[in-house]
């Protein structure tokens, strides 16, 4: 967990998630009333990108029930990625009013797009309204990857969709659970 910017972003409960989306990101400050907050971090959650590939999107890098994330935009800058947009996500997308451009303006005549700092500072203050501590913008991608995971997802595909370019890394980025450590003991026998 995260304490004064230190450590890893908190791993988030499927409780904390559905606060934070129905009661956390809506506020009168955004002028979209959340919708907009609730697109950009459920982009996060969804795809498990970073947050600042989720702010280089263009509107135009979702189509086809997909959004693609551009070389150019990425951590390494490896490869583009392509990632499906499940139903819970196209929901948030549908509510959410695109327009032409950058798909997460910031201030007219002060930034193009929402900066990383502005996102940060939004997401303490959501977290702050539900009482949930730890909590930073890399928390949606360890969540995401994580539940991955636990669902038996095969880490070469989480690594896909991730952008991981090696499994090492992936492999020390999730959380294991007490209880997936029972589990696995609890099948070794004769």
């Keep these: 967990m995260k304490v004064d910017g230190n450590g890893q972003g908190k791993i988030l409960t499927q409780d904390e998630l559905k606060r934070l989306f129905t009661e ?110 730890g909590v930073s913008t890399h928390s949606f991608r360890r969540t995401a990857l994580t539940q991955m995971s636990s669902a038996g997802i095969p880490l070469r595909t989480i690594q896909e969709i991730s952008g991981y370019s090696d499994l090492g890394t992936l492999q020390r980025y999730l959380e294991v659970t007490p209880e997936q450590k029972r589990k696995a003991v609890s099948v070794i026998g004769f």
């Design 24 to 133: 956390g990101f809506l506020t009168p400050r955004d002028a979209c009333g959340g919708l907009r907050l609730r697109a950009l971090f459920g982009i996060c959650l969804f795809t498990g990108c970073r947050v600042s590939e989720a702010l280089a999107l263009q509107t135009t890098d979702i189509k086809s029930g997909a959004i693609t994330f551009r070389k150019s935009t990425t951590k390494g800058k490896h490869k583009t990625r392509i990632v499906d947009i499940p139903p819970g996500l196209a929901a948030m997308l549908g509510e959410y009013q695109l327009k032409p451009g950058a798909m997460f303006p910031g201030m007219r005549g002060v930034t193009e797009r929402l900066t990383r700092f502005m996102a940060d500072k939004i997401l303490r203050d959501a977290c702050k309204r539900i009482g949930v501590e």
